[in-house]
């Protein structure tokens, strides 16, 4: 299992587009995806469950990936939280 922090950079924070995307993004991998806030965890199967974290601009999340494929999505994630988020 791989955990990683990201901070919300998007001044919306993870809205409606930014938590459409993610989970398309999650839906390429066969691992399995969670978040991580205020020690919840959410389970990242629908694009409600994403938004239910409430994440704002400059809240940190984790992410969880565990699977046989969590080296590759890492690495979108990365790009993703860091790249991407700045675009929505």
């Known amino acids: 299992m791989i955990s990683k922090d990201y ?3 998007d001044p919306h924070g993870m809205h409606a587009r930014p938590a459409t995307a993610l ?3 999650a839906r390429q991998y066969k691992s399995d995806f969670s978040i ?3 020690g919840r965890l959410i389970q990242m199967k629908s694009m409600l469950n994403i938004l239910s974290a409430a994440a704002k601009c400059g809240d940190t999340i984790s992410i969880l990936i565990e699977g046989e494929d969590e ?3 890492v690495t979108a994630f990365d ?3 860091n ?5 929505f």
């Not at 790249?83 to 675009?87: D, I, P, Q, R, V």
């Open 23 to 25: 989970l398309r993004l």
């Open 7 to 9: 901070i919300i950079i």
């Open 71 to 73: 080296a590759d999505a």
């Open 36 to 38: 991580k806030k205020d």
């Open 79 to 81: 790009y993703f939280f």
């Open 83 to 87: 790249e991407e988020m700045k675009n």
